[in-house]
């Protein structure tokens, strides 16, 4: 509930609270925590009016997610998985996040944080097989909640240097202290294993290519090279890591620090070219503000990379931005074709895999997409 559909705020709540939204004739609306600083004053944790929270409602709440993740996420897939998806599993600002027996924990809003004591209880309890559950609030969303950024361990002993999990097959050092988001992109995990699919006898370009995810994906399936390419040093280093820890040849693999943007005209200009081409950016507009910017930036990128692109060559394209409508990013991508001279078709649509659900009241939930492409 946004601070402007709020008529009157009773005196004296604290953060993280517990309170009724009401009509304006009374009538019962919703229950959930109150945040004084955010703009989303209030996050629903229930529309039913009979239940209260408390212990119980975190413990059946987290419950409820872990059962899903029993079914929908075969062990022989991964090690590694998001075990809480925030609103989509109804617990707004949790996420949740497994990495083998390391459990790892943010607290985005005033709601968890409030609670924090009862869910890290709840997560030792039902979470089975666990050494560490560890606390990766160090997030910018936090700041608009007025919480301090946090990070450390809750629960168990120190966790590794670096967390060893296992993806269809692959060894991945997953970094939980200091990795982005909790420590790996478990979201593109359906994503990886596409491109495996269209990755035989390929060069490959992997742009925005972090620690090599997509880089170990693609060369287990037959790519015969990759180029890496990322503005992070230490990310490069971590993605050569685990090419070793797969034994996939050194060789194989060129890892170029520089920046996509400037390095995909380089490339034009000294007409290189690929068979297929990852472009994985982070989140480019954050706020509606930004979107202007975040599509030109789409379509400069996606334009460069189909005209890299050899007849027959696939381009796997993907956006983060959850204000990024699927329908526009789809729009973007075809005048980039269009702009580069390239007929091409959608192959196959992706996006976010089944430990990713998105609650059907909460679209916003689903923020991944990517598009599969081929040129002629
Ligand atoms: N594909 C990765 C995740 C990519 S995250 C995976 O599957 O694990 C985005 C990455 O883009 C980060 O590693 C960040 O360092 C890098 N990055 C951000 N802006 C960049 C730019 N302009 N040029 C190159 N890399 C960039």
């Not at 916003?364 to 923020?367: C, D, T, V």
């Given at each position: 509930m946004f601070s402007g559909a709020i008529e009157r705020e009773p005196r004296g709540l604290t953060s993280g609270e517990t309170v009724d939204l009401r009509d304006a004739d009374g009538a019962f609306l919703a229950r959930g925590a109150y945040s004084p600083s955010s703009q989303i004053r209030v996050r629903v944790w229930s529309f039913d009016e009979r239940e209260a929270v408390d212990e119980e409602f975190f413990a059946a709440r987290i419950e409820r997610a872990l059962e899903a993740r029993r079914v929908l996420v075969r062990p022989d897939e991964t090690t590694a998985c998001r075990l809480i998806n925030a609103e989509s599993d109804g617990l707004p600002g949790l996420v949740v996040d497994r990495y083998g027996d390391v459990v790892v924990c943010q607290f985005l809003s005033a709601g968890p944080e409030r609670w924090r004591g009862v869910i890290v209880d709840a997560l030792s309890r039902l979470v089975g097989g666990v050494s560490t559950i560890y606390e990766r609030s160090d997030v910018e969303v936090r700041v608009k909640e007025g919480l301090a950024s946090r990070v450390g361990v809750l629960a168990g002993v120190e966790p590794p240097e670096f967390v060893e999990i296992v993806e269809h097959g692959l060894r991945f050092a997953v970094d939980v202290r200091a990795g982005h988001k909790t420590g790996f992109y478990l979201d593109q995990r359906a994503s990886r294993r596409a491109a495996a699919g269209y990755a035989e006898g390929r060069e490959v370009l992997n742009a925005f290519s972090y620690t090599g995810a997509f880089a170990a994906a693609v060369l287990a399936a037959g790519a015969v090279k990759v180029t890496n390419v990322d503005t992070s040093a230490s990310a490069l280093a971590l993605g050569a890591r685990n090419l070793a820890l797969n034994g996939l040849a050194a060789d194989r693999a060129e890892n170029m620090e520089a920046d996509v943007f400037t390095l995909l005209r380089r490339f034009r200009d000294s007409r290189r070219a690929f068979d297929m081409i990852v472009l994985d950016p982070p989140k480019f507009a954050g706020s509606r503000a930004q979107m202007d910017k975040a599509a030109r930036g789409y379509k400069d990128i996606n334009l460069l990379a189909f005209k890299l692109l050899r007849p027959g060559g696939m381009l796997l394209t993907f956006s983060c931005s959850g204000l990024m409508t699927p329908e526009l990013f789809q729009k973007i991508v075809a005048d980039a074709a269009l702009d580069a001279g390239r007929e091409a078709q959608i192959v196959e649509r992706l996006g976010q895999p089944a430990d990713h659900p998105t609650s059907l009241p909460f679209p916003?939930?689903?923020?991944l997409k990517g598009l599969v492409c081929r040129v002629r």
């Open positions: 916003e939930g689903a923020y």
